[in-house]
């Protein structure tokens, strides 16, 4: 199985809020055959995104030539407004009240000024700058769950975020807060589309 990602590509976009098992649904096109903002619009588990990428007036950031997107989705926006909900004491906070700077730090922290596809990434990890400037280590890791199902291991993409004053070793994280991704290597008309399992927070905050 030369390309393991392709397996649970669609799978992925429709289950994205729990940790199901890997299935093999066969081989799928990893082309999207639209724009970056486009896909993420017309999908029903990232158009939340889409929304927040408008409201920023970053649709032109996520469009360039050669851009990485790791896409949080719609879940994980969700899980941000509940927590911005308790920390503003306001049950009524909801994406129209993040203000606009605050939203283009955010979004920028998912965003890359290159192409980064799996084939750029690496086991031990590598740390790249977001385009707001921040880090994060990305890697591509074998994953022995389904050993007795498959004859190669599937290698994720992983999306992490330095906790502590040091990256941790990618094979023993600490306080390092790592995510899996959960659909890689979508390519669309301008780039390149990984999309973040639901568990994880959008904005980074931690519980």
């Known amino acids: 199985m030369k390309y393991i990602y392709v397996l649970i590509v669609l799978f992925s ?8 098992y890997l ?3 066969g081989l799928a096109n990893q082309n999207v055959g ?18 927040l990428i408008q409201k920023a007036g970053m649709i032109d950031v996520v469009n360039a030539k050669s851009t990485t997107l790791f ?10 407004i509940y927590y911005m909900k308790e920390i503003e004491e306001n049950q009524n906070y909801g994406i129209n009240d993040i203000p606009v700077a605050n939203l283009k730090e955010m979004l920028g ?6 192409s980064l596809d799996r084939s750029k990434l690496v086991k031990e990890g590598k740390v790249y700058t977001a385009h707001n400037g921040e880090e994060r280590l990305l890697s591509l890791e074998p994953v022995e ?10 290698e994720y993409v992983y999306y992490t975020v330095k906790g502590g004053g040091d990256w941790d070793p990618t094979d023993a994280v600490d306080d390092d807060v790592k995510t899996v991704v959960r659909t890689s290597n979508l ?3 301008n780039g390149v589309i990984h999309v973040l ?10 519980d």
């Open 145 to 154: 769950d389904y050993k007795d199902q498959l004859d190669q291991f599937p």
């Open 197 to 206: 399992q639901g568990s994880h927070h959008f904005s980074n905050y931690i």
């Open 109 to 114: 922290a998912y965003i890359f000024n290159e």
């Open 13 to 20: 976009l429709t289950s994205c809020s729990n940790d199901d």
């Open 187 to 189: 390519i669309s008309t």
């Open 23 to 25: 299935i093999d649904g």
């Open 34 to 51: 639209v724009s970056t903002y486009d896909f993420l619009k017309s999908n029903k588990q990232l158009d939340t995104l889409a929304i």
């Open 71 to 80: 896409a949080p989705n719609n879940l994980s926006i969700k899980k941000y």
